[in-house]
């Protein structure tokens, strides 16, 4: 192992070969996406090529894929709220969840005994507003918990997506208010759908991770012929990044791209775990400061890690000021190009590009005129105030 220190960031060279093959699978993507593809409010969100960056910075492609517009959520969250509150709902009315669509919940009597079905979860923002929404569109409740020092702007987002409550825990770091929902659920009678796991609480967490692969295969059929070289992806439990990076190593098998995770300095708890010897979890302890939100966790995801720790060649840990800098520059790109994205979606951006700029980044992680690079942008402006802070300068 081997750590690349520059102004603002550090890159951790793991020298790992990624091994072929993972649970997260074309066939756990194809089933979520059919199950999107039934929502009416689906649609595909962009592969924006940002063709100028490419050239600037000396490669073949940079694509981006832009989740600033996930079903009005302004997130890619929805994805896997949506995935397992409707792989939860299908056992309750004995429904096949390989073959059951939204339409299949409308009906009078399945609308009745979805009514009095009540969910809760802990967020950092947008995975609480996905279940609160999926909650809603099932006819369903959900309760939702925020961290200490949430924006309020993110709260009340979670209201409006349609949760019977949405509460900031005083005192609370996001792994506390993950332990709060779990005793809450517990208490209560609630289902529990929460976008990490432990032992005992994996389902759930497993059927999340393969909500997400919606954007995978979105993004492989949008690609076409095009394969890329180089993926970074950025984590906060690492369960998006780890489904994504599972599902382009079964996908992308003859031709495996090279992984690379990015979190905040101040949150690298999959940084951290890889550079443990035993391949075990490290947790951060405190409570880290970030604009990265959605990044600011502090333990990894159980049922994803093996998935990472096994395939990813490189870890990226990083100032506020590098995801600062990307959200100027997507903000600020001609037309087409141009993307709304947030603190938590910029970062691999701003890294990919720091990497770019710098020939001796570029020759560890093997990157050429020739590469292809492939990107994320996991929000939008999903903190107004936060984002116009940050785009004006
Ligand atoms: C916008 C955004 N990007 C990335 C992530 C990271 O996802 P995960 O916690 O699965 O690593 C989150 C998590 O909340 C998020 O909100």
Same mark, same amino acid.
């Given at each position: 192992?081997?750590?690349?220190?520059?102004?603002?960031?550090?890159?951790?060279? #793991?020298?790992?070969?990624?091994?072929? &093959?993972?649970?997260?699978?074309? $066939?756990? /993507? /194809?089933? *979520?996406?059919?199950?999107?593809?039934?929502?009416?409010?689906?649609?595909?969100?962009?592969?924006?090529?940002?063709?100028? =960056?490419a050239?600037?910075l000396g490669v073949k *492609?940079?694509?981006?894929?832009?989740? %600033?517009?996930?079903?009005?959520?302004? =997130?890619?969250?929805?994805?896997? &709220?949506?995935?397992?509150?409707?792989?939860?709902?299908?056992?309750?009315?004995?429904?096949?969840?390989?073959?059951?669509?939204? %339409?299949?919940?409308?009906?009078?009597?399945?609308?009745?005994?979805?009514?009095?079905?009540?969910?809760?979860?802990?967020?950092? !923002?947008?995975?609480?507003?996905?279940?609160?929404?999926? *909650?809603?569109?099932?006819?369903?409740?959900?309760?939702?918990?925020?961290?200490? !020092?949430?924006?309020?702007?993110?709260? @009340?987002?979670?209201?409006?997506?349609?949760?019977?409550?949405?509460?900031?825990?005083?005192?609370?770091?996001?792994? @506390?208010? +993950?332990?709060?929902?779990?005793?809450? *659920?517990?208490?209560? !009678?609630?289902?529990?759908?929460?976008?990490?796991?432990? $032992?005992?609480?994996?389902?759930?967490?497993?059927?999340?991770?393969?909500?997400?692969? #919606?954007?995978? =295969?979105?993004?492989?059929?949008?690609?076409?012929?095009?394969?890329?070289?180089?993926?970074?992806?950025?984590?906060?439990?690492?369960?998006?990044?780890?489904?994504?990076? &599972?599902?382009?190593?079964?996908?992308?098998?003859?031709?495996?791209?090279?992984?690379?995770?990015?979190?905040?300095?101040?949150?690298?708890?999959?940084?951290?775990?890889? @550079?443990?010897?035993?391949?075990?979890?490290?947790?951060?302890?405190?409570?880290?400061?970030?604009?990265?939100?959605?990044?600011?966790?502090?333990?990894?995801?159980?049922?994803?890690?093996?998935?990472?720790?096994?395939?990813?060649?490189?870890?990226? @840990?990083?100032?506020? $000021? +590098?995801? $600062?800098?990307?959200?100027?520059?997507?903000?600020?790109?001609?037309?087409?190009?141009?993307?709304?994205?947030?603190?938590?979606?910029?970062?691999?951006?701003?890294?990919? =590009?720091?990497?770019l700029?710098?020939?001796?980044?570029?020759?560890?992680? !093997?990157?050429?005129?020739?590469s292809?690079i492939?990107?994320?942008?996991?929000?939008?402006?999903?903190?107004?105030?936060?984002?116009?802070?940050? +785009?004006?300068?």
């Amino acid at each position: 192992m081997k750590e690349i220190r520059t102004k603002n960031m550090i890159l951790l060279s #793991t020298g790992r070969e990624a091994c072929p &093959g993972s649970p997260f699978d074309r $066939e756990a /993507a /194809a089933n *979520a996406l059919r199950f999107h593809e039934s929502l009416p409010m689906y649609g595909r969100t962009r592969l924006v090529s940002l063709k100028s =960056a490419a050239e600037e910075l000396g490669v073949k *492609a940079i694509f981006l894929k832009d989740e %600033s517009t996930r079903f009005g959520l302004k =997130a890619f969250k929805g994805l896997g &709220g949506s995935y397992a509150v409707f792989r939860v709902l299908c056992g309750r009315l004995g429904l096949d969840p390989h073959k059951a669509v939204y %339409s299949d919940f409308l009906t009078e009597e399945n609308r009745q005994k979805c009514a009095d079905y009540v969910f809760a979860t802990a967020t950092d !923002g947008n995975h609480g507003k996905g279940v609160a929404w999926a *909650a809603k569109l099932f006819g369903c409740k959900a309760y939702v918990f925020l961290p200490d !020092g949430s924006a309020e702007a993110r709260r @009340k987002a979670i209201e409006d997506a349609g949760a019977q409550e949405a509460v900031i825990c005083s005192g609370l770091n996001y792994d @506390k208010t +993950v332990q709060h929902a779990r005793r809450m *659920a517990e208490e209560n !009678g609630w289902t529990l759908v929460q976008d990490t796991s432990w $032992e005992g609480y994996e389902q759930i967490p497993q059927w999340i991770v393969e909500g997400y692969l #919606t954007m995978g =295969a979105e993004i492989c059929e949008q690609l076409g012929k095009m394969s890329p070289t180089h993926v970074f992806l950025q984590a906060g439990v690492g369960a998006m990044a780890g489904g994504i990076l &599972g599902y382009l190593a079964d996908v992308c098998a003859d031709r495996e791209p090279v992984f690379t995770i990015v979190e905040p300095t101040e949150a690298a708890c999959l940084y951290e775990s890889a @550079k443990t010897e035993d391949g075990s979890i490290r947790s951060i302890e405190g409570d880290p400061v970030t604009i990265m939100a959605g990044l600011n966790c502090g333990t990894p995801c159980s049922v994803i890690w093996p998935t990472i720790r096994d395939r990813a060649g490189f870890y990226c @840990k990083c100032a506020d $000021e +590098v995801t $600062e800098n990307a959200m100027q520059m997507l903000a600020r790109f001609p037309e087409e190009e141009c993307v709304t994205s947030g603190e938590s979606g910029a970062v691999t951006f701003g890294v990919a =590009a720091e990497i770019l700029r710098d020939a001796r980044l570029r020759e560890e992680m !093997g990157i050429d005129r020739e590469s292809v690079i492939l990107l994320i942008s996991t929000e939008g402006d999903t903190d107004p105030a936060g984002y116009r802070r940050v +785009v004006n300068g």
